[in-house]
Nanobody, 125 residues
Framework: QVQLVESGGGLVQAGGSLRLSCAASGRTFSSYAMGWFRQAPGKEREFVAAIGWSGGRTTSYADSVKGRFTISRDKTKNTVYLQMNSLKPEDTAVYYC?????????????????WGQGTQVTVSS
């Protein structure tokens, strides 16, 4: 059983920053990819960013967050981070951390095997 626990969400003004964390426990993957997704009320869950975990780092970002968000990982802590800068009201959503048992990053939610409970990010205008 794998557990993913997100933290770091909150309320911030437009233009501000937040850093989300996702701590993984229960199993140590020799190599796997992790991703961040978000879901706003009435909308489908959408891809935000993903990072591979083995060898050379591979990252992928949604066009809407490129240049503003940065995904990173601390392999020793089994933790992945999402640094969010220049936040906009349209970034408001519940942010979910996800993991898949492969080194290949994916932008598709159904290709992820494990999910956290989500953390709320609210950006006020």
């Amino acid at each position: 059983q794998v557990q993913l626990v997100e933290s770091g969400g909150g309320l911030v003004q437009a233009g501000g920053s937040l850093r989300l964390s996702c701590a993984a426990s229960g199993r140590t993957f020799s190599s796997y990819a992790m991703g961040w997704f978000r879901q706003a009320p009435g909308k489908e869950r959408e891809f935000v960013a993903a990072i591979g975990w083995s060898g050379g780092r591979t990252t992928s970002y949604a066009d809407s967050v490129k240049g503003r968000f940065t995904i990173s990982r601390d392999k020793t802590k089994n933790t992945v981070y999402l640094q969010m800068n220049s936040l906009k009201p349209e970034d408001t959503a519940v942010y979910y951390c996800a993991a898949r048992d492969t080194i290949v990053v994916s932008t598709t939610p159904r290709e992820y095997d494990y999910w956290g409970q989500g953390t709320q990010v609210t950006v006020s205008s």
